[in-house]
Every structure is written in C-alpha cells, then in structure tokens.
C-alpha cells in the first residue's frame, strides 16, 4: 500500500533509483542508529554499588580477574554475592565478557546456576549484561534461550522481569537470533504474560522484548498477530497510560514495528482504539517539564504510520485539535529523529486532504518548515514531502506559503545538485506558475540557472525543464496568451 505522500515522488525518475535507493538505506541507517543508541542503553544492567566503576582493565588484567570471579564462584557459599559482581563487569563492556567465556566450562557453570532457583535471578543478570555485548558473545548468550523462556513464565515476578530483559537483548542483536529465540518459545510465553495484568517493572521488559522479536525484516508480526499481539497490545497501553509510561512507551515502540507498511494492522488498532491512546500520551508527554524525546519518539513514529495509511486514522486525527498542535510542537525538538519523524507524519497528512493541511498550517508548522528547507538536505527534503500537497491545494493555500516566506526555499531547490530535490523544486514551480498571479515573477531568478538544466546528465531533469520552461517562459507561447489563447496546462511530472 502507498503512503499518502507516495503521490508527490517522481514515478519517471528511473535513472535516479539507485541513489534514491542508497540515500533511503542513509536516512533509515541514521534512524536506526538512534534507535540502538538509545536501546544500547536500556540493554545493560547497572546499580548504585558500582563496585568496578573505578577500575580500568587491560587484557591481561581483564584475563586475571575473570580467572578470580570464576573460582570465587565455584567456591563461595553466596554465590549471589558473586554473580552480581560478575554482572557488573560484564556491563564495563566486552573485554570482561570475552575473558570470561575463555576460560573452560565458565559458561556451562553459569547455565547451571541459571537452572538453580536460588542463583536463578543474578545469574539471568549476567546473561542479560552478555548479550548486550558484541554478536559473538550475544550467541553464546543465546544458549540460554531455553532457560530464559522457563523462568519468564514462572511465578516470579523478578523473575518474569529480567528473562524478558535478556531474551529482548538476544532478540535486539540481530534478525537469526531474534528468530532462534523466538523459536524456543519466546513470543509465546511473552505474549502470554503481556495478555495478563502485569506489574510495571515486569510489563515494561516484556515489551520491550516483543517489540523487538516484532523488528526487522522477517519478524514473526503475522503468527504474533495471529494469537492476539493487536488486542494484547491495546489493553496494555490503555492500561499502562495510567501506572507506568516507561512501559506504555516500550508498547508503543511494539505499535511502530508492527505497523510500518502493514495496512491491515493499522486498521484493527484504529478500531480497537488506538490512536486516541497515542495521541492522548504525546500530548502528555509534551506537558511534562521533564525531558521526554525518548517517549515522544515512539508515539510519533506510531502515528505517522497510521497517517501513511489509514483514512479512519486520519480521521481520527483530525478530529481532534489537539493533534495539530501537539505534533507541530514537536518540529523545533532538539531532537533530530524527532524532527524528521515529525516531517513524516506531517506529509501524510497534508497529502491526504486539504481540510488536514489547512489545519496543520493553522497551527503554525510554515515557519519550521521554511527553516527546514535552510537545512541539510535530509531535513530539506522532509520539509519538501509537506510543502508540495500545500501548495497543490490551489491559490489559497499557495497564497498562505507565499505569506509564510516559504516559496524562495522551495524555488532554489531546483539548484541542489540532488535530482529528488531538485525535482521537487521544479514541481513547486510549476504548482506556483500555474495557481499564484505572482507565480513566474517568484520563480524569475531561478530561470536563468533552468536554462542550464536543460542540458543536464540526467535526461529526465534536461526533459522536465525544457517542458517547464516552453510552458511558462517561452516567448511565443506569452505573446499567443497576450493575444488571448489559452494559458500554459498542468505541467507533467
């Protein structure tokens, strides 16, 4: 299914394919790269005792002391004592953990104090602290599976709590351990447990895991789906609103996997409630005087899915006035992914409907747009992806982006050396020359640099602009308008 703003890209760009496809790999890379920033953090285990926060390890010294941990394991009465210390190492980051597993039998010692009831908790600690380290250490962490699934669907609550936590690194690291994990029985028990009440510390890890068993190409949405992951999730997250946002934002963070690019999902959480509940929260979230862009991200991200492809969605939102002005809030974030994810929603919903983009420009978004376009091109080519369906409205609405200092931006994207950019110049050039009595004067001191393009390497450029330029700056053509002819028609992209 297309997204709405899918209608304002370039179906005969073919020869520009393989950068746009390179420059969407960048602009998702950048994306993800925030995500597992911030996922990199909630992976590891830390605590207020930081009994190693002072030490700096070498190799050697990192060998020498696992050496130590090890035998201090094998002969200490607490062994809880121990596991914690070993947990905290293994949360300094990878050389500890790589010196550990060296040493012979230490991780089939660790699997049997796993299995241990009275060891069980601190030893699931280390195995959480092991599989946020690197992929060779996250697989042998994954040998664990077995037992990280048995203790997530004990009685325990604590127990419940950070199975999930490890079983949720194992998932995060990489597409064949998320699904191996998966496999022996992880989305099952977790889905269990997230259809059940659960506490906050227990339901945030929970989520946190099935979101990321639901992330990345070939994850298993549709079984999850299938057995009830929809419904389970809205419950929660009507339930969660009230006791515990850090989990109510793991949840959301479910919602944006398991609906990007999945109309058929977006379409059952609209009717089991969805997008109130998100839209309840970012408003929210932007009422709080605390820093919250890690838990605006999520529900942004979420709703820009739905807009990209749900009209009972959009509906929903535009329904409601606080989304307009809560979303547009988000534009100055100093949050970079907050921006663009913003941008995204935001050409969705100007795309599908004048009345939504009127209200969108009511509540103020020109002026960060117009800023957007002074920036880098990623930031320039989102502001683009809402200006057009603005402008295509016809001369109202083209009328309020003249008076917003929108239109000289737009005008001298024809002159980025990117093609997807400067094609959406020219679109917006077109728009202006054809609905705005000022039209060709505004595009006047681009026409010169046009005239060039005509001879451009790409045949498609050379093609539109001399198809732009014959229809508004031709000279015979303005003389047959003069003498009363008909007026240049819409200009073909």
């Given amino acids: 299914t297309m997204a709405h703003r899918e209608k304002f890209k370039f179906a005969k760009l073919k020869d520009g394919a393989a950068a746009r496809q390179r420059r969407g790999k960048q602009a998702k890379q950048l994306r993800q790269d925030k995500r597992d920033k911030a996922l990199a953090l909630k992976r590891v285990i830390t605590d207020a005792e930081g009994v190693f926060d002072d030490i700096e390890l070498d190799s050697t010294q990192a060998v020498a002391l696992a050496e130590q941990i090890h035998q201090e394991l094998l002969s200490a009465e607490d062994r809880s004592h121990v596991l914690r210390q070993l947990a905290r ?11 550990y597993l060296k040493i012979d039998g230490s991780f089939t010692y660790l699997l049997q104090l796993l299995a241990d009831s009275s060891t069980a908790l601190q030893a699931c600690c280390c195995i959480t602290n092991m599989a946020a380290s690197y992929t060779e250490h996250t697989k042998v962490a994954a040998e664990a ?3 990280l699934v048995n203790l997530a669907a004990s009685g325990s609550v604590l127990l419940q709590e950070q199975a999930a936590w490890a079983i949720g690194n194992i998932a995060a690291d990489c597409p064949a351990l ?3 994990i998966y496999a022996q029985g992880a989305g099952a028990t977790l889905l269990n447990l997230a259809k059940t009440r659960l506490e906050p510390g227990p339901a945030a890890q929970v989520w946190f895991a099935l979101s990321l068993l639901c992330r990345g190409q070939g994850a298993p949405i549709e079984e999850l789906v299938a057995n009830g992951l929809l419904e389970a999730l809205v419950e929660n997250m009507q339930h969660l609103a009230q006791t515990d946002i850090h ?11 398991v609906t990007a690019r999945q109309p058929g999902n977006c379409e059952q959480l609209v009717q089991l409630g969805c997008v109130p509940l998100l839209l309840a929260a970012l408003t929210h979230f932007l009422s709080s005087e605390h820093d919250t862009d890690e838990m605006v991200l999520p529900v942004i991200r979420a709703l820009g899915n739905f807009a990209a492809v749900s009209d009972a969605a959009l509906q ?7 989304f307009f002005t809560s979303t547009v809030r988000c534009l100055p974030s100093a949050t970079r992914a907050i921006q663009l994810e913003t941008c995204w929603l935001l050409s969705n919903v100007c795309a599908a409907d004048e009345s939504l983009a009127s209200q969108v420009v009511a509540a103020g978004a020109l002026p960060h747009l117009a800023a957007f376009l002074a920036g880098a091109e990623v ?9 057009l369906p603005i402008a ?3 001369p109202h609405t083209l009328e309020l982006l003249i008076d917003a200092n929108v239109v000289d931006g737009m005008v001298q994207l024809t002159r980025h050396p990117d093609v997807d950019l400067k094609m959406q110049g020219l679109q917006f050039c077109d728009i202006l020359c054809r609905h705005s009595p000022q039209g060709m004067a505004l595009v006047e001191p681009v026409v010169d640099y046009l005239e060039g393009l005509q001879y451009d390497e790409s045949k498609v450029v050379s093609q539109a602009v001399s198809e732009f330029l014959t229809k508004y700056f031709d000279d015979d053509e303005e003389e047959a308008e003069a003498q009363g002819g008909a007026g240049p028609g819409p200009f073909s992209f």
């Fill in 178 to 180: 998320r699904d191996a």
């Fill in 379 to 387: 930031y320039r080519r989102e502001a683009a992806f809402c200006i």
């Fill in 145 to 147: 599976g077995p037992h």
């Fill in 316 to 322: 929903q939102l535009g329904q409601d006035p606080a």
């Fill in 89 to 99: 190492l293994f949360a300094r980051g990878s050389l500890f953990v790589e010196a």
């Fill in 392 to 394: 295509s409205y016809g």
């Fill in 247 to 257: 989990a109510f934002c793991e949840a959301a963070w479910c919602c944006t996997y």
